[in-house]
């Protein structure tokens, strides 16, 4: 299995007024082609920034400082402006969270997409007859008409389809779907998670899902990693993560989902709340909100190790404390 | 965002309407000046000098007995002309500093925003008379400087909406699929600013009229004897006495443009504020 991106020891800082924010602080893993990969946790962890992070696309203050992003071999760390216009769009796409702001208001949808195409040199006529045809790929009901909708004229889940056969347009090999169905109401996300994972086997590229519900990821990843507060804490298959969660972070996190099985109670929660990233926690960073906190735990940072094949921890429960 | 709704919801709005129909009165009049005009503007009938309003001469006639209705429309051309071309130069000026600086932000912002404030601090006129002063007087020179003076305001609200749309995740959807700077702002930035860009200019218009009117009535716009309204208006002060309808009609046609245009501008800018969500 060869990787298409390999992220080596990513850190981004975010220079804040009231201190350093390390947003993400030394993160690894590698995506394959066709594969889904998974970043999951909590608002705030990092996993929005590392997707933009990627993209080369961090918002001031932020700033990347350390690390390698390989993608195809090529180190976007290294590369030109330039360079990274060629590559945004033609090789890697992204998905946003909000379909409702994400397209342009004074443009009808179409026109939109084709002017994402019309980039690699297409002219514009055949342009508007690829739109029709991505339209449909996206299932665009009388994908015809819809292209000369402007975007208010859309509901939020055909806006997100919009949205989707404009970042597939250019045939990425990678797409970046940062919380893709957060804004959607649940029978909507059913089709749009299905809707991706068809268009993984179509035009065979790599997802990078970002988000915080695992039944999103469940239906979807072949591989997750579990960010907390800026690091990956865990990360394996699907099979290995949901049956088998290490972590007492990812164990509460499953725990915390909602069940239909489960007839009644409170919903299980996670005690505390996110760490605060301009000073975080002494050695493990999820002690103060762990259950199974050892002393070591508070002063010693845990490394992360592989327990089975393809499945990291870094917990002091499983021998992480060589750091 | 600028389609037919605006239009229904304009027939509602009292100072679009009025001030709507003034703006197409002055344009009709600049346009069809030579079928309005019963006499052309530089007509001199030596033997009606002086002559009040009559059926003759609706507007009475001047020192040199010319017709000043004729005049007055010939004028509207001047008018517009002035108003439009300015407006063309501060808008090209305004809008794209303030697209530069509100896109790229950091040091080219604090650039052009201290060029901003410099020429924003400086009273217009005055600076306007220092420059036709540099350049002689004459029309030319007139909206060049007048332009020169007041592309500010466009700069400023264009940088603002700029700083704020930057960020909005279509914005950011444009970079994510590979689009240029330069398409990010001509296309995703620039569309977006337009509601405001076109109230700026519907009051930026009326302003440069003024100034226009203002700078010929000082001897240094248009010289005579083109028929701009401002140096009419200065012509007819030492008749001020004798024969007041020399003076007073361009002023009342000054009077009418400018505030239908400002009329126009705040309806404009009431029916498309509350669209401009961004």
Redesign the interface.
Same mark, same amino acid.
């Given at each position: 299995m060869k990787a298409l991106l390999s992220v080596k020891d990513l850190r981004v800082n975010f220079y804040t007024s009231a201190g350093i924010v390390k947003a993400v602080d030394g993160i690894s893993f590698e995506i394959a082609k066709k594969e889904i990969f998974a970043l999951v946790g909590e608002s705030g962890c990092g996993k929005s920034t590392t997707a933009l992070a990627i993209m080369r696309l961090v918002p001031y203050p932020g700033k990347i400082v350390g690390g390698k992003i390989l993608f195809k071999n090529k180190n976007l760390l290294e590369a030109t402006g330039e360079e990274m216009t060629q590559i945004r769009g033609k090789e890697i796409s992204m998905i946003f969270q909000n379909p409702l702001t994400s397209l342009n208001p004074v443009y009808r949808v179409g026109h939109q997409v084709a002017e994402a195409i019309v980039l690699d040199n297409i002219p514009k006529r055949k342009a508007w007859k690829k739109v029709i045809e991505l339209f449909k790929n996206v299932k665009i009901p009388d994908a015809e008409e819809r292209a000369y909708s402007y975007p208010h004229e859309l509901s939020g889940g055909m806006r997100q389809r919009v949205m989707i056969g404009m970042m597939i347009s250019r045939e990425p090999s990678l797409i970046i779907a940062d919380e893709p169905t957060t804004a959607l109401d649940v029978t909507i996300q059913a089709q749009i998670i299905k809707l991706l994972s068809e268009l993984r086997d179509t035009l065979e590229t790599s997802i990078l899902l970002i988000t915080h519900d695992f039944g999103v990821v469940a239906e979807l990843a072949d591989r997750i990693a579990v960010m907390y507060a800026g690091k990956i804490v865990e990360m394996g298959n699907v099979y290995q993560i949901f049956e088998n969660p290490l972590h007492p972070y990812t164990g509460m996190l499953i725990d915390a989902l909602p069940r239909i099985t489960k007839k009644e109670g409170r919903l299980e929660e996670i005690p505390g709340s996110v760490p605060n990233l301009i000073n975080p926690p002494s050695g493990c960073r999820f002690h103060p909100r762990c259950p199974l906190k050892k002393e070591v735990c508070s002063t010693e940072e845990p490394s992360l190790v592989e327990v089975e094949r393809g499945h990291f921890v870094a917990c002091h429960l499983y021998g992480g404390g060589k750091a | +965002?600028v389609n037919f709704d605006i239009l229904r919801s304009g027939s509602k709005n009292i100072s679009f309407k009025l001030g709507g129909m003034i703006f197409l009165s002055v344009i009709v009049m600049a346009i069809f000046a030579p079928l309005i005009a019963p006499y052309s503007y530089d007509e001199m009938h030596i033997s009606d000098i002086l002559k009040p309003p009559s059926s003759k001469y609706l507007l009475g006639t001047d020192q040199y007995g010319r017709d000043i209705f004729s005049r007055i429309v010939y004028g509207s051309r001047i008018a517009l002309k002035v108003g439009i071309l300015v407006v063309i130069i501060e808008t090209v000026i305004g809008i794209s500093l303030g697209l530069l600086a509100g896109y790229y932000?950091g040091k080219v912002d604090r650039i052009i925003s201290f060029i901003t404030d410099v020429f924003w601090a400086m009273p217009p006129l005055v600076l306007a008379l220092a420059v036709v002063t540099l350049l002689g007087p004459g029309l030319t020179n007139v909206m060049i400087a007048i332009a020169v003076v007041s592309w500010a305001q466009f700069t400023r609200v264009v940088r603002a909406k700029t700083q704020s749309l930057k960020? +909005? $995740?279509?914005v950011? /959807?444009?970079? /994510?699929?590979?689009?240029?700077d330069i398409s990010i702002m001509l296309?995703?930035i620039l $569309?977006?600013t +337009?509601g405001a860009i076109i109230v700026l200019s519907t009051l930026a218009l009326p302003s440069a009229i003024l100034s226009t009117t203002a700078m010929g009535f000082l001897g240094l716009g248009a010289q005579p004897p083109t028929p701009d309204w401002g140096v009419m208006l200065s012509e007819g002060i030492s008749y001020i006495g004798t024969a007041p309808w020399i003076s007073i009609f361009p002023g009342l046609a000054i009077v009418y443009t400018v505030l239908g245009f400002n009329l126009l501008g705040e309806g404009l800018r009431d029916i498309l504020d509350p669209r401009l969500?961004?």
């Open positions: - | +965002m932000g960020n +909005m $995740p279509f950011e /959807a444009g970079r /994510a699929i590979g689009e240029s296309r995703y $569309p977006n +337009m969500k961004v």
